[in-house]
């Protein structure tokens, strides 16, 4: 359950970005590894997201793409400081002296997918993804099951 908030948290970052912009910018005025840092934070959040509706669901494949899901955030948060043209020290430090919401954003979406990633490849992850329960329903056969007596 722990994808659905990184999910979130994923898509609030590109999210945010693109409220934020003026009027009068657009995308194609970005620099390419910003617009494919913004594509790895969506791509990211849709992963987590159909990763998590699938392991509700308890499909074995929801826990591959949380996986993949948590390695894309983890990912689009490294190639971040990259696409500032910033040493990832000082981009740090800017985020935890100036980050407000972002920094809080960032940080929540680095815990949650560091977790994603553990739990999702866990063996008894797997084990409880696999385990299908039969419904148990008595079963009436053979010779006792039915009297021939009439009343």
């Known amino acids: 359950m722990l994808g659905l908030p990184a999910a979130a948290a994923a898509g609030f970052v590109p999210v945010k970005i693109f409220l934020d ?55 689009a948060l490294l190639v971040e400081p990259l696409s500032a043209g910033v040493p990832l020290a000082r981009y740090v430090d800017a985020m935890f002296t100036h980050g407000g919401l972002a920094m809080v954003d960032r940080v929540g979406l680095a815990g949650l997918a560091v977790l994603v990633l553990v739990l999702a490849f866990l063996p008894p992850t797997f084990r409880y993804l696999r385990y299908r329960s039969t419904p148990s329903l008595p079963v009436f056969g053979g010779q006792g099951a039915y009297s021939s007596r009439t009343w």
Do not use: K, N
């Open 21 to 75: 912009m003026p009027a009068e910018f657009s995308l194609g005025m970005l620099p390419p590894l910003v617009l494919v840092d913004l594509a790895g934070f969506l791509v990211a959040g849709l992963v987590l997201l159909l990763g998590s509706l699938a392991t509700l669901f308890r499909a074995t494949a929801g826990a591959i793409l949380l996986g993949v899901g948590a390695l894309l955030a983890i990912g």
